[in-house]
Each structure stands twice: as C-alpha cells, then as structure tokens.
C-alpha cells in the first residue's frame, strides 16, 4: 500500500489531498507579509505552507550572479542582489516555524543547494521538496535523502528515463519518497499538463504516493489529477496577483485557494466505494419522477388488457413500466378507474 506520513499527516490512496500552499518568495522577502501568506492559506484549509531556500552564492555562478537584473520584478540591480532580498535566514525560518505550528499547519521548503539543504536539516524540517530543475541532481538527491526526512520530488521538463535515475538513486537510502508530475512552465498550458502521467507513475512506483506540482492558471486540473489518483497538490499562493514579482501572476489568490481545498474534500468523498446503491436522498425525488402502469380507462373485470388499456404515468408507487409486457395479455380480475393502479393481484 502506498503511503506518506509528513509530521502527522498520512497521505495514501484512501485519504484527503495533501494540498500544499507553495508560498516561494511571494512574500517578498518581508517576514509579516509572510505571515500574511500563512494566516490566509490556513482560512482557505491547505495542510501545509512551503517556502524556497536558496544559498546563492553557492547555488549560482559569479557570472549568474552578477547579471544585471533591471525589470519591473526586480528586488535588485544583479540578480543575485534580487534573490538575496527574497531569502529569510535562520531567524525569520525559526519565527514562521513557530507560527506555522500556531496556525496549525506543516510547514517545509525546497532545497536548491547543499547548503541550503543543510540549514533546513538544522531547523529540523519535516520534509524537503526538491525542485524539477533538479531531477536530474543526483548529488544533492543523495544529500537530501540521507537526512532522512520525507522528499517530494517534482518532474517537470523530465523524461520518464530522469524520473527513474531519480528514483533510483533516493529509494535505496529513504524510501519516504513521493513524485510529483509537473510541467515546468509557468503559467502551463492545458494541453501541456500531461495528466494520465499521472497513471502512468501510479503503474510504475506503486509504492510511492504520486502527485501534481499545479502551474495552470485555474484549479479544475487539480480536482482531475485527484480522480486520477494524484494525493498532493501542490499549488502557487499570493495575496494579490498584481504584487512585485514573477510568480504572483499564475499564483492563486485566496478565493481560488479555498475553491481548490473545498473541492478537493468534496471529490474525495464524491469518489465513493464503487457500489452502485439508492441513497435515501433519493427517494423522495424518484418516488415524485418515477412512473407505473395505471388504468388508461375505466376497465371492466374480465378484460384482457392491451396496450391501448394501459398508460404510464408518475408517481411511481406501483407496477413499474419494465413489467408493461407482463400486464399484457392479463385478465383483469376488478374494475379499474381510469388513473387507477394496476395490482398483480388482480390480474390473471
């Protein structure tokens, strides 16, 4: 049986959506904006808040690094002045960890680097969510693995041949392992979502807990990857879709968020066991809908019925109209008012 325990929260074929807030850096580097992002996903009822961890002086090159970075999303005039803006150190990580618990929510981040990897380990994360741009680090997968802690890979701009070298090379050291499909595209396109891969991971790792890093602009592709058999959702959040930064446009705002989670829950119970059965809600509503075989005329005892004696009509508290060609040829055995029900009992 497949299943996933992240800090309390079983995730398996059977249970809810692991439905994760990808927070990133739209918090903008400020620390209440942060808690800003926290407060709101936990009222839209995600079970987990995530943040991206970067050292990037280790993570990129000089030249990356001092790029010039001069566009209306810039927090910087190099790019690795933008992205030191974005990162929180050990002080802001301990305050949200702490205030993620107040809230009552699970709170991890992906790890772009050894480093970075390591500062989370020292925080004590609950899991490490590795990044698509590093399926194929199997370096840095190795790293994160041994610390032992439950991984979420994503496998956007992957082959299936990059997905198993992946899984290959963390199952033998922590098999506390779940994939995520991803397309890594941002906003992704509808007919770049790929969802039947979905099945196609389920087929391949039945063991493992499969899921979808969600870059569409809309949540309906997230209810469908969870008919699908995907169990976490992993979804871009913000406050406002028109703040600074490159991801707050395909992120979902807080009414999409709770959209998402509500009909998450719903398609889960909607999903039922299977069994095709009447429901007592049903009832009433067939019993008003339904139809029977009644008298299309007055009738005689002693007549034998035709077609042209019998009409069908609603409620349905009699003989209903599959037996239409047991009644046929029938003797009547009473009168019958025209509207009136027709009885086996009566009929010879």
Same mark, same amino acid.
């Given at each position: 049986m497949r299943k996933l325990t992240i800090d309390g929260f079983t995730i398996s074929d059977d249970s809810d959506c692991f439905v994760i807030a990808e927070i990133g850096n739209n918090h903008?580097?400020?620390?209440? !904006?942060?808690?800003?992002?926290?407060?709101?996903?936990?009222?839209?009822?995600?079970?987990?808040?995530?943040?991206?961890?970067?050292?990037?002086?280790?993570?990129?090159?000089?030249?990356?690094?001092?790029?010039?970075?001069?566009?209306?999303?810039?927090?910087?005039?190099?790019?690795?002045?933008?992205?030191?803006?974005?990162?929180?150190?050990?002080?802001?990580?301990?305050?949200? !960890?702490?205030?993620?618990?107040?809230?009552?929510?699970?709170?991890?981040?992906?790890a772009f680097d050894f480093n970075s990897a390591d500062f989370l380990a020292d925080l004590d994360m609950p899991a490490y969510k590795v990044a698509s741009g590093d399926l194929k680090s199997i370096p840095l997968l190795k790293h994160i693995?041994?610390?032992?802690?439950?991984?979420?890979?994503?496998?956007?701009?992957?082959?299936?041949?990059?997905?198993?070298?992946?899984?290959d090379a963390i199952m033998p050291i922590n098999s506390q392992?779940?994939?995520?499909?991803?397309?890594?595209?941002?906003?992704?396109?509808p007919e770049d979502l790929n969802l039947r891969v979905i099945n196609t991971y389920r087929k391949r790792f039945p063991e493992l807990v499969i899921g979808l890093s969600d870059h569409e602009n809309g949540i309906a592709m997230a209810v469908?990857?969870?008919v699908l058999g995907s169990r976490v959702v992993e979804q871009h959040f913000t406050l406002n879709h028109t703040w600074k930064?490159?991801?707050?446009?395909?992120?979902?705002?807080?009414?999409?968020?709770? !959209?998402?989670?509500?009909?998450?829950?719903?398609?889960?119970?909607?999903?039922?066991?299977?069994? !095709?059965?009447?429901?007592?809600?049903?009832?009433?509503?067939?019993?008003?809908?339904g139809k029977k075989l009644v008298a299309a005329r007055d009738l005689k005892a002693g007549q034998v019925l035709t077609l042209e004696d019998i009409a069908i009509k609603s409620p349905s508290d009699g003989i209903p109209p599959y037996e239409l060609d047991n009644v046929i040829g029938k003797t009547l055995t009473k009168d019958l008012l025209e509207d009136e029900n027709f009885l086996f009992e009566n009929l010879k």
């Open positions: 903008q580097g400020d620390l209440e !904006k942060a808690k800003d992002l926290f407060k709101a996903a936990k009222e839209c009822g995600v079970d987990s808040v995530k943040l991206q961890k970067r050292d990037n002086k280790s993570l990129l090159t000089r030249a990356a690094y001092n790029k010039p970075y001069d566009n209306e999303n810039s927090f910087g005039a190099t790019y690795g002045e933008h992205r030191e803006a974005l990162e929180f150190g050990r002080e802001e990580y301990v305050e949200l !960890k702490k205030y993620a618990q107040e809230l009552g929510l699970i709170m991890f981040a992906t693995a041994k610390i032992g802690k439950p991984m979420i890979v994503s496998t956007g701009g992957g082959t299936m041949e990059d997905v198993q070298r992946a899984y392992l779940a994939i995520l499909q991803c397309t890594a595209s941002y906003p992704a396109e469908a990857a969870y930064g490159t991801d707050h446009a395909f992120s979902l705002e807080p009414i999409g968020m709770r !959209k998402l989670v509500r009909d998450l829950r719903r398609v889960k119970v909607a999903m039922g066991d299977g069994e !095709k059965k009447i429901y007592p809600s049903e009832v009433n509503p067939i019993h008003k809908m």
